[in-house]
T-cell receptor, first 114, second 115 residues
Framework: DSGVTQTPKHLITATGQRVTLRCSPR?????VYWYQQSLDQGLQFLIQ???????AKGNILERFSAQQFPDLHSELNLSSLELGDSALYFC?????????????FGQGTRLTVV | AQSVTQPDIHITVSEGASLELRCNYS??????LFWYVQSPGQGLQLLLK??????LVQGIKGFEAEFKRSQSSFNLRKPSVHWSDAAEYFC?????????????FGTGTRLTIIP
């Protein structure tokens, strides 16, 4: 158990809908990352938050957004869903400010868009 | 921009045989390098990491990896594989912005173990 909790584990929704994925980081970790894993794109970095502020942005679509709350949990919002958004979405957390930190990954949320 | 290449999509080895998974990276400075393992339906588990110092790093489950700057490689090795090692293995390099603020992953190598 990495200590990173993601809910829900599975999500099935229709095209055009909006969903919210939730992530609780490890206790004490200030940074949260979101990754998307799909068959055609592999593991892609989406976005990072540190202590409530957006820190880095990757290949995140405009239809997607995220935020980190004061209690440090994070939510990834996916809207106007398309079939191609079906993927495994991972959250990871780490402690920043130290040179030898590592990211701990949750079990992922498997999103299926039908 | 950083990148990672895992040239082997799928590798099959016999139980008890040795294993080497290849990883080559492209990075402008001293890299932060990682190997993660993903079992079917599971998340990513860190096997080992290299930040600095000794170029041979030991990880969990009997894995080790060697950082070779001259070859831009960080190959993963295990002297004797077990059936439970069957999984997908990902090599990753940390961001240029300090620590591992974001990871760039390779495409993964799927490991199959035969009896």
């Amino acid at each position: 158990d990495s200590g990173v909790t993601q809910t829900p584990k599975h999500l099935i929704t229709a095209t055009g809908q909006r969903v919210t994925l939730r992530c609780s980081p490890r206790s004490g970790d200030l940074s949260v990352y979101w990754y998307q894993q799909s068959l055609d794109q592999g593991l892609q970095f989406l976005i990072q938050y540190y202590n409530g502020e957006e820190r880095a942005k990757g290949n995140i679509l405009e239809r997607f957004s995220a935020q980190q709350f004061p209690d440090l949990h994070s939510e990834l919002n996916l809207s106007s869903l398309e079939l191609g958004d079906s993927a495994l979405y991972f959250c990871a957390s780490s402690v920043l400010g130290q040179g030898n930190t590592e990211a701990f990954f949750g079990q992922g949320t498997r999103l299926t868009v039908v | 921009a950083q990148s990672v290449t895992q040239p082997d999509i799928h590798i099959t080895v016999s139980e008890g045989a040795s294993l080497e998974l290849r990883c080559n990276y492209s990075y402008g400075a001293t890299p932060y390098l990682f190997w993660y393992v993903q079992s079917p339906g599971q998340g990513l588990q860190l096997l080992l990491k290299y930040f600095s110092g000794d170029t041979l790093v030991q990880g969990i489950k009997g894995f080790e990896a060697e950082f070779k700057r001259s070859q831009s490689s960080f190959n993963l090795r295990k002297p004797s594989v077990h059936w439970s090692d069957a999984a997908e293995y990902f090599c990753a390099v940390g961001s240029e912005r300090g620590g591992n603020e974001k990871l760039t992953f390779g495409t993964g190598t799927r490991l199959t173990i035969i009896p």
